[in-house]
């Protein structure tokens, strides 16, 4: 791992069929620090989140996990896989199984623990996301919020080294989205769990983030990079000026 | 009377169309109705004015109407002003134009030559399936074998409900598919032989054609229809809620995950819905040489024991065996296809039973081959 580097991004390109979303993007996130990707909508923040995931192989570029290119061969994804919990924009449960099913999943899949652990630890989980009590619901019979929060528990289950969370407040009431960010700080601070976000809400881009970096549909990358408030107070730059600062933006507009 | 008084009339002798208070879903019918019957008017004109001087309110929809009319009339050649546009009149015109500025993919027009050319692609797509299959096959042939190195990671409890969704829920249908087969077949077979008083013989085709090809064949088909469709269904629909990527982001073997256990559990089905077939397809023989030729069942029963031998019952249940393989192989890689949304599972399912039910049809003929080799000659 060199420099405390634990992702790399190197010049990567990718998108859908024909359609480029990705040109040359190039970025790092160091380990034990929460970094924030932040843009408009469609900008290709879950693309990219792909691409760090190793769900699809980039066109061209690479994408390092602790100092190895996740396609160098299967094998790194493989364990790459198994340091890393993945929040999907969707949530992604099983609609088949129920919360705790759904949460003990990569416990079953992974480790080699009895039935009557695995079900303590997915309770855990649950509990830490408020949905104890719905341990043993359905999906599809939840709520969106409380979908979001069971696939955060799922992500969490094994405490990864390195959590990637897509739009995790999304859907949620302003108090859940609030613990849910001293919940990401506090798993931060106390195991060390290095974290990328994607969200939109600026409280929880200036709660959380050590570093943000935000990219455009229209540059197809990286626009600007630092933290939050050198991005909302020093970029000179129009469209990071007014994510940052949407009413300003506004009124000048009229 | 409606809002607005007349939403439309004619004037300057067909030149100027001049409209109501507004144009609202409420007076769509009658605008569409007005410029039915006075298109032909104007299209005699060159020029038209459309004058919404008097005109308050827009929406949408009836305006796009208007907007289209206007447009079917510059195609033709004339001239069409919208004059004295109220504020949201104007943005809808400008979107409107902006929207229709866009080159519009050209849809390829019928002919002759895009037929051959749909023909040849869809036997491109065929020999691309053919390969995704090929690959995708041995994938699941890997996972299903090192699953059962491994039987503590094998999921059994889903390989069970599979089992009874495949297996058990296809019983009824099968037998009376089956016994239905036997008794059409018995009664065909016996007026044949009648005619030259062989009528004797009717139990040994019977067996044959049951016991050899139709039985398996038949538990193939209504296994495809039912567990290949609902397989590429279930996994198509996984596909589309990001299930199948979590699955893998996990760190979960997707293919020991989904496949491993429905392909177990039809090759644990096949085998006994065949010999099931093949037992009613017997007992519709059995009646019908009953009923249709006066054969005791007994005499019935004493031929069949004479003509068939176990290696045809063990044969069919093992090549049932190959078509579970394939059946789940091709339902699930048919799921696993699916990109996009709840069209493609839809398209994913017709095409899990159509090419299972061509891939099973192809093996059978194959192995069919191979049976006339292994099997001892024939006994009369
Ligand atoms: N499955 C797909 N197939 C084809 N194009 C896609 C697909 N998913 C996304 N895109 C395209 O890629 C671009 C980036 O999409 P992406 O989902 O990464 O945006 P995003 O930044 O996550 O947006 P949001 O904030 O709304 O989630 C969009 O233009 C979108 O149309
Ligand atoms: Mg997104």
Same mark, same amino acid.
């Given at each position: 791992m060199d420099d405390g580097k634990l992702i790399r991004v190197e010049n990567l390109r990718g998108g859908y069929g024909d359609d480029l979303v990705l040109d040359d993007v190039s970025l790092s996130v160091k380990v034990g620090e929460i970094m924030v990707i932040v843009g408009r909508s469609g900008c290709g923040k879950s693309t990219l989140m792909r691409y760090l995931i190793g769900l699809a192989r980039p066109w061209s570029g690479r994408v390092v996990f602790s100092g190895q290119d996740l396609w160098a061969d299967p094998s790194v994804l493989d364990r790459a896989r198994k340091r890393w919990g993945v929040l999907f924009q969707s949530g992604a449960l099983l609609a088949s199984f129920?919360?705790?099913?759904?949460?003990?999943?990569?416990?079953?899949?992974?480790t080699r623990m009895s039935q009557e652990e695995m079900e303590l630890v997915a309770r855990r989980k649950l509990e830490v996301v408020g949905l104890a009590h719905a341990a043993e619901d359905y999906p599809l019979s939840v709520s969106g919020g409380m979908q979001k929060r069971a696939a955060l528990a799922r992500a969490m289950a094994l405490d990864p080294e390195v959590l990637f969370f897509d739009e995790p407040s999304s859907g949620l009431d302003p108090i859940t989205s609030h613990s849910l960010d001293l919940l990401i700080k506090r798993i931060n601070r106390e195991l060390g769990t290095t974290m990328v976000i994607v969200t939109h809400e600026l409280p929880s881009v200036f709660a959380i983030s050590d570093r943000v970096v935000m990219l455009d549909g229209e540059a197809k990358g990286v626009i600007a990079e630092g933290t939050a408030a050198q991005l909302r107070d020093l970029s000179t730059d129009p469209r990071v000026k007014s994510f940052f600062n949407p009413e300003k933006s506004e009124q000048e507009e009229q | 009377m409606e809002r607005g008084g007349v939403p439309v009339r004619l004037e300057s002798q067909g030149s100027k169309v001049v409209f109501g208070k507004s144009l609202s879903s409420d007076n769509e019918k009658r605008l569409r109705a007005f410029f039915d019957s006075a298109f032909e008017v104007l299209s005699k004109r060159r020029e038209v004015v459309f004058d919404f001087s008097s005109c308050r309110s827009m929406e949408t929809a009836p305006t796009a109407m208007v907007y289209n009319v206007s447009r079917r009339l510059e195609n033709i050649g004339v001239d069409v002003e919208w004059r004295n546009l109220p504020e949201e009149g104007r943005a809808l015109l400008a979107s409107f134009e902006r929207q229709t500025a866009v080159p519009k993919r050209i849809s390829r027009a019928w002919s002759v030559r895009g037929i051959v050319e749909d023909i040849g692609e869809s036997g491109r797509t065929a020999l691309e399936v053919a390969k995704g299959l090929w690959k995708f096959s041995g994938r699941t042939t890997l996972a299903t074998l090192s699953a059962l190195l491994r039987p503590a990671t094998v999921r059994w409890k889903m390989v069970r409900f599979? +089992?009874?969704? $495949? $297996?058990? $829920?296809?019983?009824?249908?099968?037998?009376?598919?089956?016994?239905?087969?036997?008794?059409?077949?018995?009664? +065909?077979?016996?007026?044949?032989?009648?005619?030259?008083?062989?009528?004797?013989?009717m139990p040994d085709l019977i067996s044959y054609a049951m016991v050899w090809e139709i039985s398996p064949l038949i538990a193939a088909v209504l296994v495809a229809g039912r567990s290949g469709s609902a397989f590429a269904a279930e996994i198509g629909t996984m596909k589309v809620r990001q299930e199948v990527d979590a699955l893998e982001v996990m760190g979960i073997n997707v293919f020991g995950f989904l496949v491993t256990p429905k392909m177990l559990a039809l090759m644990c089905v096949m085998p006994f819905l065949t010999l099931l077939a093949d037992m009613a397809g017997l007992l519709g023989g059995l009646l019908i040489g009953g009923w249709y030729l006066d054969m005791p069942a007994s005499i019935f029963i004493r031929r069949v024991n004479f003509v068939l031998l176990p290696i045809d019952f063990w044969w069919g249940m093992l090549k049932s065996i190959v078509y579970a393989v394939i059946i789940a192989n091709v339902g699930c890689y048919m799921g696993m296809k699916v990109r996009g949304g709840a069209m493609e599972v839809g398209r994913a399912t017709t095409s899990a039973v159509v090419t299972g039910i061509f891939m099973v049809i192809l093996a059978d003929a194959l192995i069919a081959i191979a049976f006339m080799h292994v099997r001892p000659p024939l006994t009369i």
């Open positions: 129920n919360l705790m099913e759904n949460v003990s999943l990569p416990l079953v899949e992974l | 599979y +089992m009874e969704q $495949g $297996g058990v $829920g296809a019983v009824p249908i099968i037998a009376v598919l089956c016994w239905l087969l036997g008794t059409v077949l018995g009664y +065909m077979i016996g007026y044949q032989l009648k005619s030259f008083a062989a009528e004797a013989f």
